[in-house]
C-alpha cells in the first residue's frame, strides 16, 4: 500500500536471484510479491458487505466521505461562478484534489490496525479508482495542445511508482557497498535500470549506467549513457521539438548496426526497448509481473511517439494482442481503462456505474467533475437494466432525471440509508448537498422527505442539527414537522419555557395557542414569572389571545417584583379592560390565593399612592390614561376580592 503513486497490485519488483548478468541469459525481472493470477477479476468497487457494517476500517471510509463532499462542494461554487462551467485549469486542479482525497485514505488506511486481507483488498480498490480516475484526467481534462504520449508517461509515473520505489532501494544499498564491490551484480540493478527506462527517467538511467564497474572501460556503456542524457520525453510536448526525439531513436538504429552492443545482451535489451522493437515489449509482458496498461505508457513512447489521442484505443488493443490477452475476456478493471483510452467515456462510465452501489462515491464525483467540465459526455440512460443504482430511487422520480441528477440523487439516498457503524446519523448531513446540487424539483422532494423520516430519537442536539439543514436548504415542510415534534416532547416533559421556544420556531398559531393554554392551565404564576424567554419576544410574535396573556401576566409579575406599580396596573387594565385575553381567563381561574393577593395588595398601594400624591388638593384634570385606570381599578377590586374569597373557601 502506497500513499503516493500508488502502484495496482502486483506491480512491484522483487530482486531476482543474484547471478552473472554479463552471460546471454535475459535480465531477471521477477516480482516483488507472490505472482497474482494474470487473469484475476481486478475489483472495481468497494464493497460495504452487512459482515463489514462494524469494521475497523469505518473511519477510514468515513473519512473519505468527507474529503469528498468538501471537494464537490467547492467544485458546485467554482462552478457556479464560473456559469455553470469549470475552466480546464479549475477542472484539473478539482480532479487533483479528488484523487489526493484518494490516496490520502489508502495512507490512513496504512497506518490502521485490523485484518491485512480487508486492508490489502480495500486497498486494491482504492488503488484501482485512483488508476482509473488518473487515466480519466489525463485523457479527458488536458488541453489539446498536449501531446497524449507525455500525458500518458506522467500518468504511468504517478500511479505506477515501482520505478522510483526499486530505484531509492537500490541507491541506498549502493551507498552502504564496500569498495571492491560491483553495483551492477546487486540483485536490483539490471531491474531497477530497465523500469526507469520504461518510465521514461532517462537522467536516472543514465546515473545507474554510470555505476557499472564496467563503465569507464567500455564504451558500450558509455554511448548508451549518452544517449539517455539526450533522449528527453519533454520534446514530444512540442510538435516542433518532438523530431529530435524520433532522431535520437534513429541513432539508435545506427548504434546497434554497428555491433558496438553485441557482446551486451542486457544493453542490447534496453536498446531494442528504446528503439521501439515490440517483441522487446512481449518479453516484458512475459517476464514482468505488469499489466499491459503498465507497459502501455512505454509502449506509446517507444512504438508510436507521435501517436494522436484518437490513435491511442487502437495502440492499446494492439498491446493487449501482444502480450497475449483477449479484448473480449478482460477484467472490469482492464475493460474501463481500454474505454477511456478509446475516448468511449460514456462506455467507461456505464462500466463505473454497473458496479457495485458500494462504489457510489466514485461515480458520483467522478461524473458531477466531468458534467461541469464537458456536459457533452453525459447522455441520458446510460445505466445499464442491471445496475444496483437504480434501486435507490423509485421509477417514478428517475424517468425524467439527466445522469447526473439520478447519480447525485441516488448517492445522496445511499448516505441517508448507510450503516456503517452509526455513521448515517452524520452522512445524512453530507447527504443533503448532493440532494440539492441534482437540481430537480423532484430530488428536493425526496430530500424533504427523508430529512422528515430522520429519527432524532429525543436528541434535540441532532434536532437542531437536522433544523440547520433545513433552514440552509429552505425546507420548510421538514422544518415544521420536526419542530412541532419537539414541541410536544418538551410540553409532555414539563418543560413549559423550552417548549414555547421550540412552538415559536414552528410558527404555527394553532400550535402556539395550544402551548399556551397548555401553560396557562398547568403551570404555576411563579413558573410563569420566570419564563425570561418573554423577555426577548417581539410584539410580532404575540399571535394568539393565549400567548397575549402569558405575556401580559409575565410582565405584571415582574413589575409587581420591581415595585413599578403603575406599570403593573396599566398590565391588569389591558388584561381585563381591552379584551385581550379570552373572556373565559377573566375570572383568572390559573392564579392561586397568593397571586390575588399579590394583585389586591398592588391595587391598594397603587390607589393609596395617587391619595399621598394629591395631598388633599382638588385633582387636576384627569388625562385618558387616569381615567382608564380608575376604570380599571373599579373592575379589578370586585373581581379580586371574589377570586379571593372563592380560593380562601377552596
Not at 70 to 88: D, E, H, M, P, Y
Not at 373 to 379: A, C, N, Q, R
Not at 384 to 396: D, E, R, V
Not at 565 to 587: C, G, I, K, T, Y
Request: aromatic letters at 8%.
Amino acid at each position: 500500500m502506497r500513499n503516493n503513486g500508488q502502484s495496482v497490485p502486483g506491480n512491484s519488483f522483487h530482486p531476482a536471484p543474484a547471478g552473472d548478468f554479463s552471460n546471454n541469459t535475459l535480465v531477471y525481472y521477477k516480482s516483488t510479491h507472490k505472482s497474482r493470477d494474470p487473469e484475476r477479476i481486478r475489483p472495481l468497487e468497494i464493497r460495504i458487505s452487512a459482515d463489514e457494517a462494524n469494521s475497523e476500517l469505518n473511519h477510514v471510509r468515513k473519512k473519505l466521505m468527507y474529503d469528498l463532499h468538501s471537494i464537490f462542494c467547492k467544485t458546485q461554487t467554482v462552478a457556479i461562478a464560473s456559469q455553470g462551467t469549470l475552466r480546464l485549469e479549475d477542472a484539473a486542479v478539482l480532479s487533483q484534489r479528488y484523487r489526493l482525497a484518494i490516496r490520502n485514505a489508502l495512507k490512513l488506511l496504512e497506518d490502521s490496525d485490523g485484518s491485512l486481507s480487508r486492508k490489502q483488498k480495500m486497498a486494491d480498490e482504492l488503488i484501482s479508482a485512483e488508476t482509473i480516475w488518473s487515466l480519466f484526467e489525463s485523457v479527458c481534462i488536458r488541453p489539446t495542445s498536449h501531446s497524449i504520449v507525455v500525458d500518458l508517461v506522467e500518468w504511468g509515473r504517478e500511479c505506477f511508482a515501482s520505478a522510483s520505489e526499486v530505484l531509492s532501494t537500490l541507491m541506498d544499498d549502493i551507498s552502504a557497498m564496500e569498495p571492491q564491490d560491483k553495483p551492477e551484480r546487486h540483485e536490483l540493478y539490471w531491474n531497477a535500470l530497465i523500469q526507469q527506462v520504461l518510465s521514461g527517467d532517462f537522467k536516472a538511467a543514465a546515473n545507474l549506467l554510470k555505476f557499472n564497474s564496467k563503465y569507464e572501460t567500455d564504451s558500450a556503456f558509455q554511448r548508451m549513457a549518452l544517449i539517455f542524457q539526450k533522449m528527453d520525453v519533454g520534446l514530444l510536448r512540442d510538435r516542433s521539438s518532438s523530431e529530435e526525439f524520433i532522431e535520437g531513436q534513429r541513432a539508435i538504429r545506427e548504434l546497434l548496426q554497428s555491433g558496438v552492443f553485441r557482446q551486451h545482451d542486457n544493453l542490447n535489451f534496453l536498446y531494442a526497448v528504446l528503439r521501439g522493437q515490440k517483441g522487446a515489449f512481449q518479453r516484458c509482458a512475459q517476464t514482468l509481473s505488469v499489466s499491459w496498461y503498465e507497459l502501455l505508457p512505454a509502449y506509446v513512447l517507444f512504438c508510436h511517439p507521435t501517436a494522436q489521442a484518437q490513435e491511442i484505443g487502437q495502440i492499446a488493443e494492439e498491446l493487449i494482442q501482444l502480450t497475449g490477452k483477449s479484448r473480449n475476456a478482460l477484467p472490469p478493471l482492464d475493460s474501463t481503462l481500454l474505454s477511456i483510452l478509446k475516448l468511449n467515456y460514456l462506455e467507461a462510465l456505464k462500466d463505473i456505474c454497473s458496479g457495485s452501489a458500494s462504489f457510489q462515491w466514485f461515480a458520483t464525483h467522478l461524473i458531477d467533475l466531468l458534467y461541469f467540465h464537458d456536459p457533452s459526455i453525459l447522455i441520458p440512460k446510460i445505466l445499464m437494466p442491471q445496475s444496483t443504482f437504480g434501486a435507490l430511487l423509485s421509477n417514478n422520480t428517475t424517468t425524467e432525471l439527466g445522469l447526473r441528477s439520478r447519480i447525485l440523487s441516488e448517492y445522496a439516498s445511499s448516505l441517508f440509508t448507510a450503516q456503517m457503524d452509526n455513521l448515517s446519523e452524520e452522512l445524512w448531513e453530507l447527504a443533503a448537498d448532493y440532494f440539492v446540487a441534482a437540481g430537480a424539483e423532484q430530488t428536493r422532494e425526496i430530500l424533504e422527505e427523508r430529512v422528515s423520516g430522520l429519527d432524532w430519537r429525543g436528541n434535540t442536539k441532532l434536532a437542531e442539527r437536522i433544523i440547520s439543514i433545513c433552514d440552509k436548504h429552505d425546507l420548510l415542510n421538514a422544518k415544521y414537522d420536526i419542530t412541532r415534534a419537539v414541541t410536544l416532547k418538551y410540553l409532555m416533559d414539563k418543560e413549559w419555557s423550552t417548549a414555547l421556544g421550540w412552538a415559536l420556531r414552528n410558527g404555527s398559531t394553532e400550535l402556539i395557542s395550544h402551548v399556551a393554554r397548555k401553560l396557562l392551565v398547568h403551570s404555576s404564576p411563579e413558573q410563569i414569572s420566570q419564563m425570561r424567554i418573554f423577555d426577548a419576544m417581539s410584539d410580532a410574535f404575540l399571535v394568539s389571545p393565549e400567548l397575549i396573556l402569558l405575556y401580559k401576566f409575565y410582565t405584571f409579575k415582574r413589575h409587581l417584583y420591581r415595585g413599578e406599580l403603575r406599570e403593573a396596573m396599566v398590565d391588569l387594565h389591558q388584561l381585563f379592560v381591552d379584551n385581550s385575553s379570552p373572556p373565559e381567563f377573566h375570572a383568572l381561574p390559573t392564579l392561586d390565593k397568593n397571586a390575588v393577593s399579590d394583585m389586591f395588595r398592588a391595587l391598594s398601594m397603587f390607589e393609596q399612592y395617587q391619595k399621598i400624591r394629591l395631598g388633599g388638593d382638588p385633582p387636576p384634570p384627569k388625562a385618558p390614561i387616569q381615567e382608564r385606570i380608575e376604570e380599571l381599578t373599579k373592575i379589578l377590586r370586585p373581581l379580586l376580592c371574589n377570586v379571593l374569597a372563592t380560593s380562601s373557601l377552596n
